[in-house]
């Protein structure tokens, strides 16, 4: 057998080696005249496994770029990219590199011949590299070493979550990364000390195959020890040291985590009373006669009480709104960390689209263009309840909504709120609302024609409200994911409280029995892996069916509504279903998207304040609808649409600028809803929906 790992093998070394010889000797005597040839073209053949971008990336010689990219560089630095031009001693290097790649992805066999085409007219000079990989080795055997004795739960964890197996391809990154899970396996049952040895690979000649050999020496194995607080002694706010105490997620005598630490952490920053927190081992230096560790929590606390003032903007309901607010906070309120809120918030919906000049000559608020709410809302958060992992919020708010030209609902709701961190990317939400919506005519002369003409329910509603949501979240970014998904589903009922009851607190308002089911996924995919071109996809769908000849329909805050900027962007905010009435939502919905988001300026600067790497621009396909009814439900009724993104990065989330057009408008007549049936000009780009948000639409 003959080992492997990380290194060149001796024939490529000795080539590698020969050739930078061989280049920098022949052609030492012509440097300046070689520095004036630019690389026109890097093109490989035989690269059956790994694409020609993966194999670029691991060369320092690069590409010249595209003329218009030239220009702006002659123009400033900051914009285009500069041309690049052949060095010999960098070329003879990435020939060796390329070697390396491809034996540390298990082609030991693997073969390049390269080919340089020079035109000294045009001061060009072409690379071609010709690769023979040959045959991949794969995993024979995996050994561990120094692991007898451990205990078994170690050992169950060991085996059942391992990244490589028998019979996977050798990939040396893979190696390294299952080393670490095995480092991090130790750390978190309790050995501190472990140490580590490097893995090997050796390879049968006669087979071509691998073992995989891990060595760890684990020590010995400590526990928690006594655990002390420390608060910071410049501020004057004080938490009860049992408060801080209760949320760790280990305790003296618990076997020692790094991972127990960073959980601790993050559930103590998740209280929202502290400006840092801090978690460390008083001691850093352990002997055989010690075997528990103290630990010291070091936390500095906020000011508890503050007043204020709020301006913002969200995406909520699809649609890009300007919030203006005034809040007060009480974060310590019983000692325990509760966290008071009492806050006055007024929000406009979908700005551009208000007609400022009529708002304010004739019509003010009562304008068919000012959608939007107000809130009072008032809420506690007990961030202990039962667990540090499970908190407990109830609220009470009233809001007066606006959403419709001819008329607005005044809502009181009360809501009693559990979440729960059930695993470490699954999060539980319990709520049970008690919510009295109502419906107030702008005009009472219109208005009652409105509802009188098209059967509009409008009797105010009092209802009982229970929904369970399970999400499961692997985004490996909040704001800028590049891999991972997001699902979550929703089952929520109204009514069986009041019809068990007859009715809620004596109340005789009707109230509506429904169920109601949604699910969504996301998922992220970056091919390139330098996020340089990112795949986005989303599913949305979701039914509510009235049961029990419920005495109201679905109450209008609980419906499903199309359209929007997180929605299909060929319409806007609450304007897509398939009804004469938009506006009044449906009772099913089915939508999806693909995004491919390009961040071709990631290596771009700045010119004067403008930072060109932040912006990034998105292509998007959207399809779906909203039904009134789940039976109603036709596939030729799905919309389309499709348009171009601007984003721009901030650290809150990508600024956003979407521009819509239809793809294919059910709603037309047959004949005129495909975009190839329209004029494109005039009736295609003319007519396409501006869309405005914080944070990608998904």
Same mark, same amino acid.
């Given at each position: 057998?003959?080992?492997?790992?990380?290194?060149?093998?001796?024939?490529?070394?000795?080539?590698?080696?020969?050739?930078?010889?061989?280049?920098?000797?022949?052609?030492?005597?012509?440097?300046?005249?070689?520095?004036?040839?630019?690389?026109?073209?890097?093109?490989?053949?035989?690269?059956?496994?790994?694409?020609?971008?993966?194999?670029?990336?691991?060369?320092?010689?690069?590409?010249?770029?595209?003329?218009?990219?030239?220009?702006?560089?002659?123009?400033?630095?900051?914009?285009?990219?500069?041309?690049?031009?052949?060095?010999?001693?960098?070329?003879?290097?990435?020939?060796?590199?390329? @070697?390396?790649?491809?034996?540390?992805?298990?082609?030991?066999?693997?073969? &390049?011949?390269?080919?340089?085409?020079?035109?000294?007219?045009?001061?060009?000079?072409?690379?071609?590299?010709?690769?023979?990989?040959?045959?991949?080795?794969?995993?024979?055997?995996?050994?561990?070493?120094?692991?007898?004795?451990?205990?078994?739960?170690?050992?169950?964890?060991?085996?059942?979550?391992?990244?490589?197996?028998?019979?996977?391809?050798?990939?040396?990154?893979?190696?390294?990364?299952?080393?670490?899970?095995?480092?991090?396996?130790?750390?978190?049952?309790?050995?501190?000390?472990?140490?580590?040895?490097?893995?090997?690979?050796?390879?049968?000649?006669?087979?071509?195959?691998?073992?995989?050999?891990?060595?760890?020496?684990?020590?010995?194995?400590?526990?928690?020890?006594?655990?002390?607080?420390?608060?910071?002694?410049?501020?004057?706010?004080?938490?009860?040291?049992?408060?801080?105490?209760?949320?760790?997620?280990?305790?003296?005598?618990?076997?020692?985590?790094? @991972?127990?630490?960073?959980?601790?952490?993050?559930?103590?920053?998740?209280?929202?009373?502290?400006?840092?927190?801090?978690?460390?081992?008083?001691?850093?230096?352990?002997?055989?006669?010690?075997?528990?560790?103290?630990?010291?929590?070091?936390?500095?606390?906020?000011?508890?009480?503050?007043?204020?003032?709020?301006?913002?903007?969200?995406?909520?309901?699809?649609?890009?709104?300007?919030?203006?607010?005034?809040?007060?906070?009480?974060?310590?309120?019983?000692?325990?960390?509760?966290?008071?809120?009492?806050?006055?918030?007024?929000?406009?919906?979908?700005?551009?689209?208000?007609?400022?000049?009529?708002?304010?000559?004739?019509?003010?608020?009562?304008?068919?263009?000012?959608?939007?709410?107000?809130?009072?809302?008032?809420?506690?958060?007990?961030?202990?309840?039962?667990?540090?992992?499970?908190?407990?919020?109830?609220?009470?708010?009233?809001?007066?909504?606006?959403?419709?030209?001819?008329?607005?609902?005044?809502?009181?709701?009360?809501?009693?709120?559990?979440?729960?961190?059930?695993?470490?990317?699954?999060?539980?939400?319990?709520?049970?609302?008690?919510?009295?919506?109502?419906?107030?005519?702008?005009?009472?002369?219109?208005?009652?024609?409105?509802?009188?003409?098209?059967?509009?329910?409008?009797?105010?509603?009092?209802?009982?409200?229970?929904?369970?949501?399970?999400?499961?979240?692997?985004?490996?970014?909040?704001?800028?994911?590049?891999?991972?998904?997001?699902?979550?589903?929703?089952?929520?009922?109204?009514?069986?409280?009041?019809?068990?009851?007859?009715?809620?607190?004596?109340?005789?308002?009707?109230?509506?029995?429904?169920?109601?089911?949604?699910?969504?996924?996301?998922?992220?995919?970056?091919?390139?892996?330098?996020?340089?071109?990112?795949?986005?996809?989303?599913?949305?769908?979701?039914?509510?069916?009235?049961?029990?000849?419920?005495?109201?329909?679905?109450? &209008?805050?609980?419906?499903?509504?199309?359209?929007?900027?997180?929605?299909?962007?060929?319409?806007?905010?609450?304007?897509?279903?398939?009804?004469?009435?938009?506006?009044?939502?449906?009772?099913?919905?089915?939508?999806?998207?693909?995004?491919?988001?390009?961040?071709?300026?990631?290596?771009?600067?700045?010119?004067?304040?403008?930072?060109?790497?932040?912006?990034?621009?998105?292509?998007?396909?959207?399809?779906?609808?909203?039904?009134?009814? @789940?039976?109603?439900?036709?596939?030729?009724?799905?919309?389309? @649409?499709?348009?171009?993104?601007?984003?721009?990065?901030?650290?809150?989330?990508?600024?956003?600028?979407?521009?819509?057009?239809?793809?294919?408008?059910?709603?037309?007549?047959?004949?005129?809803?495909?975009?190839?049936?329209?004029?494109?000009?005039?009736?295609?780009?003319?007519?396409?929906?501006?869309?405005?948000?914080?944070?990608?639409?998904?």
């Amino acid at each position: 057998m003959a080992g492997f790992f990380f290194d060149l093998s001796m024939r490529y070394r000795t080539l590698y080696i020969a050739l930078l010889c061989i280049i920098v000797t022949g052609l030492a005597s012509t440097q300046d005249r070689w520095r004036d040839l630019e690389v026109s073209r890097i093109q490989f053949e035989g690269n059956e496994t790994f694409r020609d971008d993966a194999l670029l990336d691991v060369m320092r010689v690069k590409e010249s770029p595209a003329a218009f990219w030239k220009f702006l560089y002659t123009i400033s630095e900051k914009l285009g990219d500069k041309p690049e031009y052949f060095d010999p001693v960098l070329y003879a290097q990435d020939c060796g590199r390329l @070697a390396t790649f491809y034996q540390d992805q298990g082609f030991f066999s693997a073969r &390049i011949d390269t080919l340089l085409k020079f035109d000294f007219g045009k001061k060009t000079v072409s690379i071609s590299f010709l690769i023979h990989e040959g045959r991949r080795s794969l995993i024979d055997s995996i050994q561990h070493v120094g692991f007898e004795g451990l205990p078994s739960d170690l050992m169950e964890e060991i085996r059942s979550n391992a990244l490589i197996e028998v019979g996977d391809p050798y990939v040396v990154d893979r190696v390294v990364s299952e080393q670490a899970r095995l480092v991090s396996a130790f750390f978190n049952n309790g050995f501190a000390d472990v140490r580590v040895e490097r893995p090997t690979a050796d390879r049968y000649l006669s087979t071509n195959n691998v073992k995989v050999t891990f060595g760890l020496d684990p020590g010995r194995r400590y526990v928690f020890g006594p655990i002390s607080v420390k608060q910071d002694s410049a501020v004057t706010e004080r938490v009860d040291d049992a408060v801080i105490l209760r949320h760790l997620d280990f305790g003296p005598g618990d076997f020692y985590s790094q @991972a127990k630490r960073a959980d601790s952490e993050r559930n103590l920053n998740r209280l929202g009373v502290f400006e840092t927190s801090r978690i460390e081992p008083v001691i850093g230096v352990r002997s055989d006669s010690i075997k528990d560790i103290p630990m010291q929590v070091y936390v500095r606390p906020r000011p508890f009480q503050e007043m204020v003032p709020e301006i913002g903007v969200s995406d909520e309901n699809n649609a890009f709104n300007i919030l203006l607010g005034l809040a007060y906070n009480n974060r310590n309120l019983f000692g325990g960390a509760q966290n008071l809120q009492a806050r006055l918030q007024l929000q406009l919906q979908s700005i551009q689209d208000v007609e400022f000049g009529r708002v304010f000559n004739r019509t003010g608020l009562r304008d068919s263009s000012v959608i939007g709410n107000a809130e009072l809302s008032l809420q506690i958060n007990q961030p202990y309840f039962f667990n540090n992992k499970t908190s407990f919020t109830p609220s009470v708010s009233f809001i007066v909504e606006k959403r419709h030209k001819y008329y607005f609902n005044p809502i009181l709701r009360g809501r009693f709120g559990v979440t729960s961190q059930t695993a470490r990317y699954t999060t539980a939400f319990i709520e049970w609302s008690l919510e009295r919506i109502g419906y107030e005519s702008i005009n009472p002369t219109i208005g009652g024609i409105y509802f009188d003409s098209l059967s509009i329910d409008r009797r105010p509603q009092l209802n009982s409200i229970l929904s369970v949501t399970l999400q499961r979240d692997k985004r490996n970014d909040l704001f800028y994911p590049t891999s991972g998904f997001m699902h979550s589903v929703t089952v929520e009922e109204a009514g069986l409280i009041p019809s068990v009851f007859g009715g809620l607190f004596g109340s005789d308002l009707p109230y509506s029995k429904y169920l109601k089911i949604a699910g969504r996924g996301q998922w992220y995919w970056d091919p390139t892996q330098n996020e340089a071109s990112i795949w986005a996809f989303r599913l949305y769908g979701g039914v509510a069916e009235l049961y029990g000849h419920s005495p109201a329909p679905v109450p &209008i805050t609980r419906r499903f509504y199309g359209g929007g900027s997180g929605s299909v962007r060929g319409w806007k905010a609450r304007e897509l279903a398939v009804s004469k009435l938009p506006l009044e939502g449906g009772n099913a919905v089915l939508e999806g998207s693909i995004e491919n988001r390009w961040n071709v300026l990631r290596s771009a600067g700045r010119l004067g304040f403008v930072e060109f790497n932040r912006f990034s621009f998105v292509f998007f396909f959207d399809f779906g609808n909203v039904w009134t009814r @789940a039976r109603e439900f036709k596939a030729s009724e799905i919309a389309m @649409a499709s348009g171009l993104g601007l984003r721009y990065a901030t650290v809150a989330g990508p600024i956003r600028i979407d521009f819509g057009f239809r793809v294919y408008d059910p709603a037309e007549a047959e004949g005129r809803q495909w975009i190839m049936e329209k004029k494109f000009w005039k009736e295609t780009l003319g007519n396409f929906v501006l869309h405005f948000g914080i944070g990608h639409s998904f």
